[in-house]
């Protein structure tokens, strides 16, 4: 099975700090991908990335910035939390003409 | 970016009651994905359409693409609890979700 990991389940944060989530897929996928999900939003893209060293833009990076030095690794950065990036943040990895999978999440909070 | 309408946003049924959430976009897809997740869970992936006028069937889930693959459609027949959760379509070529619909089973 397909095994995307993301580093913490549950994050709480100051405003202004820099934020780091991190997260690792174990089947030698392609693309990587960032989303955050809001109540009434649904799931938005972030950045996504679909090799080493390779990112774009989703619909909102603003306030984000991503760094995937290896293949199984994607990071995504907040420069300088905000209190409107409270969400919910979920990794994801697929190879080209299969499934995307998904990581457990990471529920943000900044205060 | 491109948006892919997903309706109902919510639907309540009865347990035995069919299900259907429908997906459509105003410009023609190269193939489009389902995915369930569950209340405080994460997506799973359901299932992968590509070709025109494509039906998938996985036990009493039905999948079809339209034929002119611009809009797609999940039915469950006779939805039991363990359906509760939120369906998602997502348009691959353009990497957007549909807004979801939740879906609630009452015993």
């Known amino acids: 099975d397909v095994k995307v990991t993301q580093s913490s389940r549950y994050l709480v944060k100051r405003t202004g700090e820099k934020v780091f989530l991190e997260c690792v897929q174990d089947?030698?996928?392609?693309?990587m991908f960032w989303y955050r999900q809001d109540p009434g939003l649904g799931l938005r893209l972030i950045y996504f990335?679909?090799?080493?060293?390779?990112?774009e833009k989703g619909d909102i990076p603003e306030g984000y910035s991503v760094s995937r030095e290896k293949k199984e690794r994607f990071s995504l950065i907040l420069e300088s939390a905000s209190t409107n990036q409270t969400s919910m943040y979920l990794c994801?990895?697929?190879?080209?003409?299969?499934?995307?999978?998904f990581g457990q999440g990471t529920r943000l909070t900044v205060v | 970016g491109q948006q892919v309408m997903q309706i109902p946003q919510y639907q309540h049924v009865q347990e035995g009651e069919d299900f259907t959430t429908y997906c459509n976009s105003s410009?023609?897809?190269?193939?489009i994905q389902w995915y369930k997740q569950r209340p405080g869970g994460h997506p799973v992936f359901l299932i992968q359409?590509?070709?025109?006028?494509e039906v998938k069937k996985q036990k009493r889930l039905t999948f079809q693409f339209g034929e002119a693959k611009k809009n797609s459609s999940l039915h469950i027949t006779a939805t039991q609890t363990t359906d509760v959760g939120t369906y998602f379509c997502?348009?691959?070529?353009?990497?957007?979700f549909g807004a979801g619909t939740i879906l609630r089973v009452k015993s």
């Open positions: 994801a990895s697929s190879q080209t003409g299969t499934g995307t999978f």
């Open positions: 089947m030698d996928h392609e693309n």
């Open positions: 990335s679909y090799d080493v060293k390779m990112k």
């Open positions: 410009t023609t897809l190269s193939n």
């Open positions: 359409l590509v070709k025109s006028g």
């Open positions: 997502w348009a691959l070529g353009k990497l957007v």
